[in-house]
């Protein structure tokens, strides 16, 4: 079966720093990797994947994200955070082999003080 | 391009009531999703539906039935809604290999009293 941990329930950062919101999974073979973001009252929108390649991965309004296949992380980062960036925040993983579905970790809400 | 769509928006029901969530994506998708999100659970996957034709159970199917009506729209239907069934539901799709990203809809936020 294949899982995903997002550890914190919340992350808080001042506006203009770096920000991180962790991620680890589990699953058979080699993972497809995703995050997604949702606002208020909004639907999940796609922000980024890891399929293959670069470990280090580049997505939408700036964020990135860094695949570690020692670690089973894939943790997401912005070198400088904005307000507008305060939203729920999630990670979702499936399986290279055959037809599988995404699992989705529970969702870390990233809070970003002016 | 309205990518996927849902409606209602809201909706209200009495235990026991039933009702159809409806779904549609014009992105020419194969497969569709229907999840299930409650505070704190992350986002549950009920039903999903590889390809026209095909449907299959996901985590929570209980208390629910799912319809492939053709590539487009996927329906979600609650025959006896259950106050455990309050929650925001939400349809996704998604093209398939070698882009596996899900493309989500605006949510349906369900009440049952």
């Known amino acids: 079966a294949q899982s995903v941990a997002q550890p914190e329930d919340q992350v808080n950062v001042a506006e203009g720093n770096p920000l991180t919101v962790k991620c680890t999974y589990s699953v058979s073979g080699n993972p497809y990797l995703f995050w997604y973001v949702q606002y208020p009252n909004r639907g999940l929108q796609f922000l980024l994947k890891?399929?293959?390649?670069?470990?280090l991965v580049k997505g939408s309004y700036g964020f990135e994200a860094e695949f570690n296949k020692s670690q089973t992380s894939f943790h997401l980062k912005k070198p400088s955070a904005l307000v507008s960036d305060s939203a729920l925040y999630f990670c979702a993983v499936r399986g290279s082999s055959g037809y599988s579905t995404l699992t989705f970790g529970k969702g870390t809400m990233l809070l970003v003080s002016p | 391009n309205a990518g996927v769509t849902q409606t209602p928006k809201f909706q209200v029901l009495k235990t026991g009531q039933s009702m159809t969530l409806q779904c549609a994506q014009d992105m020419n998708h194969n497969s569709m999703y229907w999840y299930r999100q409650d505070p704190g659970m992350g986002l549950r996957l009920i039903y999903y539906s590889a390809s026209e034709g095909t449907t299959d159970k996901g985590e929570v199917p209980n208390g629910y039935n799912v319809s492939r009506l053709n590539k487009r729209e996927f329906s979600l239907r609650l025959e006896s809604a259950a106050p455990s069934q309050t929650s925001v539901y939400f349809c996704?799709?998604?093209?398939?290999?070698?882009?596996?990203?899900?493309?989500f809809g605006p949510g349906t936020r369900l009440t049952v009293t």
């Open positions: 890891y399929i293959t390649g670069d470990n």
């Open positions: 996704a799709s998604s093209r398939g290999p070698p882009s596996y990203e899900q493309y």
